[in-house]
């Protein structure tokens, strides 16, 4: 493999000139550059990575743990974190928690010890269900900077980026019940994760404020069988006529629902739910979604990440929100 002293002996130049135009310097003429980079082509000249890390004290490398990889919205997480990080020239290593509180600490630990630079995650269930933090924290005081998506511990001081999880739910039941709508229920398959959580305080505020509505909430937990639960509530409240749902398949289940017990969408029950645009193009008739941005989340959570990486001393963690958006199709009147 040539080298960059082999570089420089053939172009008759210091291994310094030859560095700098391969990094694009100004110092370095665009002749010289333009030399340097033909011939680092020709013999297919690649850095050495692990020799920049131990001189930069430097990976390059992301480390992110996401939850749940055959989840939708977090994969679009990924693709944006992927991007912006390929965009600023760095690398991604990606490990899968599997909702495991054992397996995050393991991912942690692993990527820890030279590998990374920094992490970018969301929390495990199980990590929120036990309000278990002191392995982010203990990563943190080793000098690697976290930054948290979507499902965040307030508990540890690091960068975050997160959703009006409470505001875009609050909002969605206010225009249900500026349709008129008397009986709106709130359906969750996320009841332990901090943005479940969330979403449900913004419709209880909504139902609340109304002053004579009663507020309907359907927990479903992992081990049910969300189809018949939903069914259930639905024969059990024939007055129900609009529908809050926090994840998609609460949404979409709860429209095919009503569907089949012969109610008219949007006529006699409205449905809106946290979901994707291929979720809303999968049902009939379409989803009113309220749209998270994912790739968008992703790509902030890089840069934060990274300008952290790249000055250490930025000053005060920095949480930043992403707005949501509602995408108003044929469930909503």
């Known amino acids: 493999m040539v080298t960059l002293k082999q570089l420089a002996k053939e172009l008759n130049v210091s291994i310094s000139t030859v ?7 100004e110092e370095i003429g ?20 692990v020799a920049l890390s131990l001189k930069n004290n430097k990976t390059k490398t992301i480390g992110v743990i996401i939850p749940n990889i055959l ?5 679009k997480v990924l693709f944006g974190i992927e991007r912006e990080a390929t965009k600023q020239g760095y690398n991604i290593i990606t490990c899968i928690s599997n909702e495991s509180l054992k397996k995050e600490k393991e991912s942690l630990q692993l990527l820890a010890s030279g590998s990374v630079d920094g992490f970018i995650l969301s929390v495990a269930e199980e990590s929120q269900i036990n309000n278990e933090v002191e392995h982010f924290k203990r990563t943190i005081q080793q000098g690697l900077p976290i930054v948290m998506f979507d499902r965040v511990a307030h ?5 975050k980026v997160i959703v009006d999880d409470f505001d875009a739910t609050y909002n969605a039941t206010k225009a249900l019940l500026a349709e008129g709508r008397k009986h709106i229920v709130f359906i969750s398959n996320i009841n332990d994760l901090s ?5 449900e305080r913004g419709y209880n505020k909504a139902i609340l404020e109304a002053g004579t509505l009663e507020p309907t909430v359907l927990k479903i937990k992992k081990r049910d069988d969300h189809q018949k639960k939903i069914k259930s509530l639905f024969k ?21 629902t009503a569907v089949n017990f012969g109610l008219k969408v949007p006529k006699d029950i409205s449905v809106i739910a946290f979901a994707s645009k291929s979720d809303s193009n999968h049902t009939l008739p379409k989803l009113t979604t309220i749209r998270q ?41």
Do not use: W
């Open 195 to 199: 943005v479940g959580k969330l979403r």
């Open 71 to 75: 989840n939708r919205f977090l994969a």
């Open 30 to 49: 665009e002749d010289t550059v333009r030399r340097v980079k033909e011939l680092a082509e020709l013999y297919n000249y690649k850095p050495n990575k």
């Open 155 to 159: 508990d540890v001081m690091c960068d």
């Open 236 to 256: 059990k409240n024939k007055s129900i006529d609009a529908v809050v749902a926090a994840d998609s398949s609460s949404g979409i289940i709860s429209l095919n």
């Open 19 to 25: 560095s700098k135009a391969l990094n694009n310097s």
């Open 293 to 333: 941005h994912a790739k968008v989340i992703g790509a902030n959570a890089a840069k934060l990440l990274i300008d952290r990486i790249q000055n250490p001393s930025v000053g005060d963690v920095k949480t930043k929100i992403v707005k949501t958006s509602v995408i108003r199709n044929k469930s909503t009147l």
